[in-house]
């Protein structure tokens, strides 16, 4: 994450990290050069306005350089700045977003270009306790969520249902009680789970619109929880 105001670097760098990513942080193209002769990393975010460089000129820099050309990146334009996104196109920028760019938008595009199977909508790690039944009624003791979006949820559980079984449950979202039904995607019995934890995903089937949309307040308020965007 290359930005010389420091206030949007550390606004994006804070929402990176809440999205479970490790971030090196650069406020000069020079910094970012030094780093990026030690390490390469998975993805590049760079804002047009540096104070040492112009960011699509530092852009065409790591394009040029064989080591991390193949790296893609994101570039960060003021709103005002209309031709800041085709200058970032012509120079092989994969994204070109506004800044302060909103969370939403920030966690797709990096999903899209480093992600194996990218998600559209942001998931969060919490621990919320969830009450869960199968058809005939078998709770499934000591359940609670590890990761949560507003499709879905991976439980952690003991006991995780076999793939395709569809179960009841209700989640305590801090003394909101959500209602839903889903079907298990996956368990840690399944080969190529992303967890190590013992549990299973779940893709809600039968959810109201009103607790979808707590849902997705919940995790709004969680990922900017204390942070406040940048100037752009």
């Known amino acids: ?67 991390i050309s193949f790296v893609p990146v994101i570039t960060l334009r003021k709103n005002s700045d209309l031709l800041g996104e085709k200058a970032s196109k012509e120079r092989g920028a994969a994204y070109c977003l506004n800044e302060p760019v909103m969370a939403d938008q920030l966690y797709r595009a990096v999903q899209a270009l480093v992600e194996t199977h990218p998600r559209t909508n942001i998931r969060i790690r919490t621990l919320l306790p969830v009450q869960v039944h199968t058809n005939p009624l078998t709770g499934i003791e000591g359940a609670c969520t590890l990761d949560l979006s507003e499709h879905g949820m991976f439980l952690r559980t003991t006991r995780p249902a076999p793939v395709n079984t569809r179960l009841v449950f209700q989640i305590n979202l801090y003394g909101q009680i959500i209602r839903a039904e889903g079907v298990v995607l996956y368990s840690n019995r399944t080969a190529g789970t992303p967890y190590t934890e013992p549990g299973m995903g779940l893709e809600f089937v039968r959810i109201t619109q009103e607790d979808q949309d707590f849902i997705r307040q919940f995790i709004r308020n969680e990922v900017m929880r204390g942070i406040i965007p940048g100037v752009a």
């Open 1 to 67: 994450m290359v930005d010389s105001n420091t206030s949007n670097l550390l606004y994006t760098s804070t929402l990176l990290r809440r999205f479970e990513y490790q971030i090196y942080m650069a406020r000069t193209a020079s910094e970012a050069l030094a780093i990026t002769e030690v390490a390469v990393p998975s993805l590049i975010i760079i804002d047009q306005n540096l104070t040492d460089m112009d960011g699509n000129d530092l852009l065409q820099i790591f394009k040029h350089n064989p080591r």
